[in-house]
């Protein structure tokens, strides 16, 4: 299976952008055995997934049954652990907080690209599907680059 036995795709409140890339991965890799989850790293109290993030799934036929935000924890996180975040300062913020995180990388990086996945939260149908677009591409090419270890 590769390196890493679990994935987390990590964004600020996991209510928009990670649960996102965790239901656009579940949907894309069927075969791994690899465990596939969604962390935020500012997470308050448990909330459902943003209303417009549950439209844009729905519009691709995906969906990510009773999702409840999450805060990254330490306990999520061991030697075969692969964490992508959405931007830099997240990924700086988690090896801050996190002793344990080996393998940190915003999911550009990680793909062979530079910069940060913008957070629609707050923004139009649009600014979600936008946001949409580029992790199902950003995530298609994170699936081919573990399949290749």
Excluded at 18 to 27: D, R, T
Excluded at 60 to 67: A, V
Excluded at 72 to 86: E, N, P
Aim: net charge neutral; proline share 3%.
């Amino acid at each position: 299976m590769g390196k890493y036995n679990k994935l987390i795709f990590v964004c600020t409140g996991n209510t928009c952008r990670s649960p996102m890339a965790e239901a656009i991965y579940k949907n894309q890799e069927r075969v791994s055995d690899r465990k596939v989850i969604s962390r935020g790293l500012v997470v308050l109290f448990s909330e459902p997934m943003n209303p417009k993030t549950e439209i844009v799934l729905s519009k691709h036929d995906l969906e990510l049954k009773n999702h409840v935000a999450k805060g990254l924890k330490s306990s999520d996180i061991d030697d075969s652990t692969l964490i992508l975040t959405m931007t830099a300062n997240q990924k700086k913020k988690v090896y801050e907080t996190f002793a344990d995180a080996k393998d940190v990388y915003t999911i550009k990086e990680f793909a062979g690209e530079i910069g940060d996945v913008v957070d629609p939260y707050g923004g139009t149908l649009v600014d979600y599907e936008e946001c949409y677009g580029e992790l199902a591409r950003l995530v298609k090419k994170t699936i081919y680059k573990l399949n290749e270890e």
